[in-house]
């Protein structure tokens, strides 16, 4: 099993390239792959930028290129629910578009407008979690939504929820998910909630980002250990 570890700013892969062993780098279209080993198991890691159209390149680069038989997205996000707050931790049970007619996305290929996260992949997520002790933050499976836009705003947030009812807003989920999804490969979205993506938004996501990364990096760190 080849897992395919994507972040899409450099905080998110930090402390996970740092804990490889065997690091190669491998340049390829601006971006740069890593292959190794973390926590004894094979990893394709990538850091692919903001947004839907770079993460669905990183992850088909890693699905074809590099073999990667299962996807996960580690990051963080802005919280939109109420029972969870900064530093705390959503799961992807699944990953929706929040600007993406969801209509089309049924009527057409891939035919749905929600990509699930892998059952094994979540339970392993979870038992990684309890063997953390108390790392400071509640853990939440729930639904993520993605769209190429930083919320800062309660109207567009309000809006969000009204219409998807998710968890968590982040810009990549579910492009590197959908790309899992017509490969037929397992997925997981492990967001950290860096802010509550309103008015306060952007001195939240500054404050708390680096923090913020490591909770998801260093829960997917035990996964591995105990995968």
Do not use: W
Request: net charge negative; aromatic share 8%; proline share 4%.
């Amino acid at each position: 099993m080849t897992y395919g570890i994507i972040g899409a700013m450099q905080s998110e892969i930090s402390l996970l390239k740092g804990n490889m062993e065997q690091l190669k780098a491998h340049p390829l279209a601006g971006t740069e792959y890593y292959t190794g080993l973390l926590g004894g198991k094979p990893v394709v890691l990538a850091c692919s930028g903001i947004g839907k159209v770079s993460a669905a390149i990183c992850a088909q680069t890693m699905i074809i290129r590099f073999g990667a038989d299962a996807l996960i997205n580690t990051g963080v996000a802005g919280c939109v629910c109420d029972d969870l707050t900064v530093y705390d931790v959503v799961l992807s049970q699944d990953v929706v578009y929040h600007d993406f007619d969801s209509d089309l996305l049924i009527k057409y290929f891939p035919h749905t407008d929600r990509f699930p996260g892998d059952p094994e992949l979540l339970a392993l997520a979870q038992k990684a979690y309890a063997a953390l002790g108390d790392p400071g933050y509640r853990l939440k499976v729930g639904r993520v939504a993605t769209g190429d836009q930083f919320i800062e705003s309660k109207e567009v947030k309000d809006n969000i929820v009204s219409r998807c009812r998710p968890d968590c807003v982040e810009m990549e989920g579910a492009a590197i998910a959908h790309a899992a999804y017509i490969s037929g490969l397992p997925v997981l979205v492990i967001r950290s909630m860096s802010d509550n993506a309103d008015g306060n938004a952007d001195v939240s996501f500054h404050t708390f980002e680096t923090v913020c990364a490591d909770h998801s990096a260093r829960l997917l760190l035990k996964m591995l250990e105990l995968a």
